[in-house]
């Protein structure tokens, strides 16, 4: 009984589906949303050389595309020339002066070549990521001090950026099941 339930409830729903369109269906695939399209939710107007920084230095990282994404949202907006005065952090992923030096990193092209800034950042959130699992994210922000995590600051921090990866998260989701239904 339940079967059929579901079954001529999923013919219904087809059914309707099919019929509002007046030629024939269109097959969608699952597309991944682009580069862009997490900009435009993230309400970031990008220029090129940022999303072109952006497409290839991801491709080098070897972490989630969105929670990079959402460290990037957060540390500088996507401003590409960020430089914060008061902790000396650089670029788009505001590399701080200490991993500079440590990295021997140059400090003009962090600010001028989004691929090398995203690539070290990359390594550098890598690194945190593997040296203190689920805490990396907010060493990413406070560093290697001891105690640092439990700072209030590193806690806003670590919620901003899990709150825009969820946020690109559910865009993925919502492109698959348009494509689905469709």
Not at 65 to 93: H, P, Q, T
Not at 143 to 161: F, Q, W
């Amino acid at each position: 009984m339940r079967y059929n339930i579901i079954s001529t409830g999923l013919i219904l729903f087809l059914s309707l589906v099919y019929s509002t369109n007046a030629s024939t269906p269109t097959v969608y695939k699952y597309n991944r949303a682009s580069i862009e399209d997490k900009l435009r939710i993230l309400d970031v107007k990008a220029n090129k050389k940022v999303i072109n920084g952006l497409n290839s230095g991801i491709k080098s990282c070897y972490l989630l595309e969105n929670l990079l994404l959402s460290v990037i949202m957060v540390e500088s907006r996507f401003e590409y020339k960020a430089i914060n005065k008061k902790s000396k952090d650089f670029g788009l992923m505001q590399i701080n002066i200490n991993n500079v030096k440590k990295l021997k990193l140059d400090k003009t092209k962090l600010l001028t070549d989004t691929n090398y800034n995203i690539k070290h950042g990359c390594k550098i959130l890598t690194w945190f990521m593997a040296k203190y699992g689920e805490d990396g994210i907010g060493r990413y922000n406070c560093g290697t001090k001891k105690g640092c995590i439990k700072y209030t600051s590193t806690k806003k921090y670590v919620k901003k950026v899990m709150g825009y990866k969820v946020m690109l998260d559910k865009l993925e989701k919502v492109k698959w099941n348009i494509y689905l239904i469709l």
